[in-house]
């Protein structure tokens, strides 16, 4: 069984129909990748799992439960986390602070807050400075390091190497490597294609608010002309 089925949904923003019958899957231990040109609705999709924006019609199950119409708070609690667009970390409160408001601990737990330290040296060295002080990819670090502290079981990750260097894309890469080590399963939104597909086990491409394309990583990169015309590679 799926960890993640996300059934024919149909995502609204007031009047506007922005996604249109999408379902998806996500196996347990992978990485499951969106890709899409901006506006395509791979954003509104995770935030449709999440809880952001419901769905109107359609379902979407996790480990077999029926999650459209919980509420955040319950979504989370059951195991899935969120690295946000845009990093959206605490900036009044320390590296630290940012990570000990978000930890969940019990039987079995793979991260805390000494865990994140070790796997992000950089926000080691940070820990007591205010998260608005931080640079971009420092920010980047912290908002994972947030989400993984929970200890979900799905992590969602929205354009985690927007506006990186070669360099820190290079480390998030490392770390979600890592992540998916540890058996946590990722469904990743990501503009830059050619990373996202170097670490997927399973694609999908999305135009318009609907699945457009579905493979393997290696049956995209051997199709030119799908690759030209829903992502411009």
């Not at 969940?104 to 992000?120: L, M, P, Y």
Request: proline content about 4%; hydrophobic content about 40%.
């Amino acid at each position: 069984m799926s960890l993640l089925e996300v059934r024919d949904i149909h995502t609204y923003y007031g009047d506007s129909h922005v996604l249109q019958g999408v379902t998806i899957n996500a196996e347990k231990g992978k990485v499951v990748a969106i890709l899409g040109r901006n506006g395509a609705g791979k954003t509104t999709l995770l935030r449709s799992i999440i809880g952001f924006t419901p769905p109107r019609q359609g379902s979407i199950l996790f480990k077999g439960q029926d999650i459209t119409q919980l509420n955040i708070y319950s979504i989370v609690r059951l195991g899935i986390g969120l690295v946000p667009q845009g990093r959206r970390t605490f900036p009044s409160l320390t590296v630290k602070e940012n990570l000990e408001i978000a930890e969940r601990s019990g039987a079995g737990s793979r991260w805390s807050v000494d865990k994140i330290f070790s796997t992000f040296t950089a926000l080691r060295e940070r820990a007591s400075s205010r998260a608005k002080t931080l640079s971009g990819g420092e920010q980047q670090m912290l908002a994972c390091g947030r989400a993984l502290v929970g200890n979900p079981d799905l992590l969602l990750m929205d354009e985690p190497t927007e506006g990186l260097s070669p360099l820190l894309v290079r480390e998030v890469h490392r770390i979600i490597k890592e992540i998916k080590a540890q058996e946590l399963s990722l469904l990743l939104v990501d503009q830059d294609s050619a990373f996202a597909l170097k670490i997927a086990d399973y694609v999908y491409i999305m135009s318009r608010g609907a699945i457009v394309y579905e493979s393997e990583p290696e049956k995209l990169k051997e199709n030119p002309e799908i690759r030209s015309r829903y992502l411009g590679v």
